[in-house]
């Protein structure tokens, strides 16, 4: 049956709920390995450029900084 004016809609360009999610999914995945490329950076920066802070120091910046921040990233994957 057919109504005037109305169109038949093809299930070809309708997308399901997962094509949705996994395109934001993706996104949020480039841009979180982005920001732990640019992170990485610069705790390797710091390390080459401060070779006479005290342990401690670069303790905190590795541990909390880097290696929780990368956990989390692996985590959340």
């Given at each position: 049956?057919?109504?005037?004016g109305?169109?038949?809609?093809?299930?070809?360009?309708?997308?399901?709920?997962?094509?949705?999610?996994?395109?934001?999914?993706?996104?949020?995945?480039?841009?979180?390995?982005?920001?732990?490329?640019?992170?990485?950076?610069?705790?390797?920066?710091?390390?080459?450029?401060?070779?006479k802070?005290?342990?401690?120091?670069?303790?905190?910046?590795g541990?909390?900084?880097?290696?929780?921040?990368?956990?989390?990233?692996?985590?959340?994957?």
């Amino acid at each position: 049956m057919s109504f005037p004016g109305m169109q038949r809609i093809s299930t070809g360009s309708v997308k399901g709920p997962a094509e949705v999610a996994h395109r934001w999914m993706f996104i949020g995945f480039t841009v979180n390995a982005l920001l732990l490329g640019v992170m990485t950076t610069q705790v390797y920066m710091y390390y080459a450029k401060y070779k006479k802070d005290k342990w401690w120091l670069k303790a905190i910046v590795g541990l909390f900084a880097y290696c929780i921040k990368d956990l989390r990233s692996i985590r959340c994957y």
